[in-house]
T-cell receptor, first 111, second 114 residues
Framework: AQSVTQPDIHITVSEGASLELRCNYS??????LFWYVQSPGQGLQLLLK??????LVQGIKGFEAEFKRSQSSFNLRKPSVHWSDAAEYFC?????????FGTGTRLKVLA | NAGVTQTPKFQVLKTGQSMTLQCAQD?????MYWYRQDPGMGLRLIYY???????DKGEVPNGYNVSRLNKREFSLRLESAAPSQTSVYFC?????????????FGSGTRLTVV
């Protein structure tokens, strides 16, 4: 069955520190993978996506993610976190006609 | 601005009442979706419409009905609201190939059933 796992429910980092959010997926074929960000009271905004080709993809707001087929992972990274990055982050894989979302990781940024 | 518009933004219902959540998109997208978001459970698909004239059940359809009124509009109806339907509801749309374009989400409807 297709699934997405985000093992970390909460992560706290200091402003300026690096960030890595984990995402593991289960999918029978080559996956289409996405990361979304949700600010409080808002809908979800697409950060980046992976379809094929280069396994390191760049997104908006300075985020990047690396697809590792051998580990079934698609981790999100940012070299230096800003206070405005505090939000909830969702990983998703595309199934037939619809996305399968992870349960989200809530990021807190310390000043 | 182009996007997905949901109404209302907030709603409180009594158990047993009915209501319809409205969603409209102006991006000429083929596919539209309704999700609910609950703490610790991520987003769960209620219903979706792959194209105008079609609707299909998602992961959690019980207690809901939908109507794809036209290409722009996709409504979600609660016929007899229950406290378990207290949630934040998101509508989303996507282009011809959803994987190519990703979803565009509305800003959500926060529903409380008392």
């Amino acid at each position: 069955a297709q699934s997405v796992t985000q093992p970390d429910i909460h992560i706290t980092v200091s402003e300026g520190a690096s960030l890595e959010l984990r995402c593991n997926y289960s999918y029978g074929a080559t996956p289409y993978l996405f990361w979304y960000v949700q600010s409080p009271g808002q809908g979800l905004q697409l950060l980046l996506k992976y379809f094929s080709g280069d396994t390191l993809v760049q997104g908006i707001k300075g985020f990047e993610a690396e697809f590792k087929r051998s580990q079934s992972s698609f981790n999100l990274r940012k070299p230096s976190v800003h206070w405005s990055d505090a939000a909830e982050y969702f990983c998703a894989v595309v199934g037939t006609y619809k996305y399968i979302f992870g349960t989200g990781t809530r990021l807190k940024v310390l000043a | 601005n182009a996007g997905v518009t949901q109404t209302p933004k907030f709603q409180v219902l009594k158990t047993g009442q009915s209501m319809t959540l409205q969603c409209a998109q102006d991006m000429n997208h083929n596919s539209m979706y309704w999700y609910r978001q609950d703490p610790g459970m991520g987003l769960r698909l209620i219903y979706y419409s792959a194209s105008e004239g079609t609707t299909d059940k998602g992961e959690v359809p019980n207690g809901y009905n939908v109507s794809r009124l036209n290409k722009r509009e996709f409504s979600l109806r609660l016929e007899s609201a229950a406290p378990s339907q207290t949630s934040v509801y998101f509508c989303a749309s996507s282009g011809i190939t959803q994987a190519s374009y990703g979803y565009t989400f509305g800003s959500g409807t926060r529903l409380t059933v008392v």
